[in-house]
């Protein structure tokens, strides 16, 4: 069974730090463009960050960019999405997802494995 499984959510006040790891089993997503997005209650899903194929490439949403770190570890399998400088509106489920049909995409539709979310909950 494939799966991803993220690890690494929960609350923290505003300024704090958190990493996220995303783990897969089942199949190698070496040669997959990886990503991280997240949702907040009552919006769409959105794209914070990914990295393609060997880490070539990486893609960051405006608003996390300076603060959140996306970093890939093919040996271990695992993806990790390291946020610092964190904010309330950083508050969302994040998930981890994959992209095997491609080595680089930034978009939603193109991710076809999905992890269960962790939740990362930042006070002010």
């Known amino acids: 069974q494939v799966q991803l499984v993220e690890s690494g959510g929960g609350m923290v006040q505003a300024g704090g730090s958190l990493k996220l790891s995303c783990a897969s089993s089942?199949?190698?997503?070496?040669?997959?463009?990886m990503g991280w997005f997240r949702q907040a209650p009552g919006k769409e899903r959105e794209i914070a960050a990914a990295?393609?194929?060997?880490?070539?490439?990486?893609y960051y949403t405006d608003s996390v960019k300076g603060r959140f770190t996306i970093s890939r570890d093919d040996a271990k399998n695992t993806v990790y999405l390291q946020m610092n400088s964190l904010k309330p509106e950083d508050t969302a489920v994040y998930y981890c997802?994959?992209?095997?049909?491609?080595?680089?995409?930034?978009?939603?539709?193109?991710?076809?494995?999905w992890g269960q979310g962790t939740q990362v909950t930042v006070s002010s």
């Open positions: 990295i393609s194929w060997k880490g070539v490439s990486t």
């Open positions: 997802a994959a992209a095997t049909r491609t080595p680089w995409t930034t978009t939603k539709a193109l991710f076809d494995y």
């Open positions: 089942g199949r190698s997503f070496s040669s997959a463009a």
